[in-house]
């Protein structure tokens, strides 16, 4: 048994605007940072007390976490990973876990599945794989649907296995779509939060025919585009008739961004996730660079935010040192 091991989950954008609930594409910011969560595992010493987990804190968002070990999702998964191995009539030692929080939370980013992933993904490494990939992949689904109020895996699967994620809804599926080389998604988070449940709370319950019908179009011709490399028709599907027009009034600023980051030459421009974060998608890296600087300057609401210009993170959730 290794005497630690750390697993980093990428953060993700869902929805991606034309697949709402549905498409999720995890993130790899091309400065080399990692934006996203971190667990770390180890044995207690000698001197530690054995008999329940112990949680540590760190990170840039750490501060935000609920103060109480057992209000923190991280621990939930400890338990609950500790409760699917009994029913493999396995019995886990509790360990010291050390989650470093780099993800804000509310952000849009997919900050609860990061922590989620990378603490099922580190207990299930570090127990040999006790748990099957489609077990496992059941068990993370269960705990996000516990924080946001149903179960979508547009941020789950994506942050598990990387990439561009089409996670149809209802069911425990999800496929890879292909991910055109040249482009990049800048994503800003402007520092303030936005909790998912308010953010579903303005969208309607139902929506008129004529407007499923478009959307389901729209979808398809996306999916078809990037299976037939028509990056230019992919990147024109990518705008949303089903949440946008609802939340857009949460998002102060987002209005304004949208027009002048197309000036820029930003393909699309969308809401990540329920937001706050914003991106723009771009082929061309000086237009990527022209569109942070606006972002930075016009978007970012205080010191706190931030502002990335990402490729997709084709690893997913991965050991590192």
């Not at 990540?272 to 974060?277: K, R, Y």
Request: hydrophobic content about 45%; some cysteine.
């Amino acid at each position: 048994m290794a005497r630690e091991l750390s697993v980093y989950a990428p953060a993700s954008i869902g929805n991606l605007s034309v697949g709402f609930d549905s498409l999720g594409l995890a993130l790899a910011p091309m400065n080399g940072k990692l934006l996203g969560d971190v667990v770390r595992l180890r044995p207690f010493t000698a001197l530690e007390n054995k008999s329940d987990w112990k949680l540590s804190l760190d990170g840039p968002f750490a501060a935000a976490l609920p103060e109480k070990q057992e209000e923190n999702v991280v621990i939930a998964c400890c338990r609950a990973y500790q409760r699917a191995a009994a029913e493999a009539d396995r019995d886990i030692e509790p360990l010291h876990v050390l989650l470093d929080k780099r993800l804000p939370i509310g952000s849009g980013l997919g900050s609860s599945a990061s922590s989620i992933v990378a603490a099922l993904e580190a207990l299930n490494r570090w127990h040999d794989n006790l748990l099957g990939a489609q077990q496992l992949f059941r068990l993370m689904a269960e705990m996000e649907g516990g924080i946001s109020g149903e179960v979508h895996l547009d941020n789950i699967a994506p942050c598990l296995y990387g990439g561009l994620r089409l996670c149809p809804p209802g069911g425990e599926q999800e496929y890879a779509l292909p991910w055109p080389a040249a482009w990049s998604v800048v994503v800003c988070w402007p520092g303030t939060r936005l909790v998912t449940r308010e953010a579903r709370a303005v969208l309607p319950d139902e929506i008129p025919r004529a407007l499923a019908v478009s959307h389901a179009a729209q979808f398809a011709e996306f999916v078809h585009a990037l299976h037939t490399a028509d990056t230019h028709r992919a990147a024109e599907c990518i705008y949303d008739p089903i949440a946008e027009p609802y939340r857009r009034v949460l998002l102060p600023g987002f209005d304004d961004a949208r027009p002048e980051l197309q000036k820029i030459g930003a393909l699309a421009v969308g809401i990540s996730g329920s937001g706050p974060t914003i991106f723009a998608l771009t082929d061309d890296f000086a237009v990527a660079r022209r569109v942070e600087s606006w972002m930075a300057a016009h978007y970012r609401k205080n010191d706190q935010g931030f502002v990335h210009i990402c490729r997709a993170d084709l690893g997913g959730a991965r050991s590192i040192e």
